[in-house]
């Protein structure tokens, strides 16, 4: 089945590593969204990107960046991981005729 | 921008009871309102959506009702059963031009 996934599932690093996280679909889908959920504080978009020539800023994009590096594929980056990033993030996709957005299973990132 | 408040955060009821989560949007502009569901440890699944041309959809035991003079929309779930239990999130956007804004979850327990 076609499907979002996402490397790694998990990861624990240190204050001021770089970290990427990866995510990749075989659904065919333009859109891809990065997101990251907090207890509390529902989903909330980082970066989203409509092609492959198309990056934007989502409501929290600082202290991230991202890249589109074919259709399948989106990666988010933290320069300079700091503790207050330690959260679950959420990479997804659409179909530009159909708004649901289907997610990847998630990636849990603790940042010591 | 876009701001989604979601209400209650948390909601206990009893097996057979119905359930209701409401949410506000503050752009007038949005025209999609999607709910997502995320089971403990699940990715976010869509689970009902509706559009404004629309007041009322609904697919077996739940539903979504819009009002759009009032900017809100709400999710019903008649005869709740355990499997119901999870995070709910609500979301709005602009059909196939923005990104979905989300509530920040309701966490409905269902009590056998």
């Known amino acids: 089945d076609a499907d979002v996934t996402q490397t790694p599932r998990n990861r624990i690093t240190k204050t001021g590593k770089r970290i990427m996280l990866e995510c990749s679909q075989t659904?065919?889908?333009?859109?891809m969204y990065w997101y990251r959920q907090d207890p509390g504080l529902g989903l909330r978009l980082i970066y989203y990107s409509f092609d492959v020539k198309d990056i934007n800023k989502g409501e929290i994009s600082d202290g991230y960046s991202v890249s589109r590096q074919a259709q399948a594929k989106f990666s988010l980056s933290l320069e300079s991981a700091i503790p207050n990033q330690t959260a679950l993030y959420f990479c997804?996709?659409?179909?530009?005729?159909?708004?649901?957005?289907?997610f990847g299973p998630g990636t849990r990132l603790t940042v010591l | 921008g876009e701001n989604v408040e979601q209400h209650p955060s948390t909601l206990s009821v009893q097996e057979g009871d119905s359930a209701v989560i409401k949410c506000t949007y503050s752009d007038s502009a949005s025209n999609y309102f999607p709910w997502y569901k995320q089971e403990l440890g699940k990715r976010p699944q869509l689970i009902i959506d509706?559009?404004?041309?629309?007041g009322e959809k609904k697919d077996q035991r739940i539903a979504v009702t819009l009002n759009k003079t009032a900017k809100h929309f709400s999710l019903h779930i008649t005869e709740t059963q355990p499997e119901d239990s999870a995070v709910y999130f609500c979301a709005a956007s602009i059909w196939g031009n923005t990104p979905l804004v989300f509530g920040k979850g309701t966490r409905l327990s269902v009590i056998a």
């Open positions: 997804a996709t659409s179909h530009p005729g159909v708004n649901e957005q289907f």
């Open positions: 659904k065919g889908h333009d859109r």
């Open positions: 509706i559009r404004s041309n629309v």
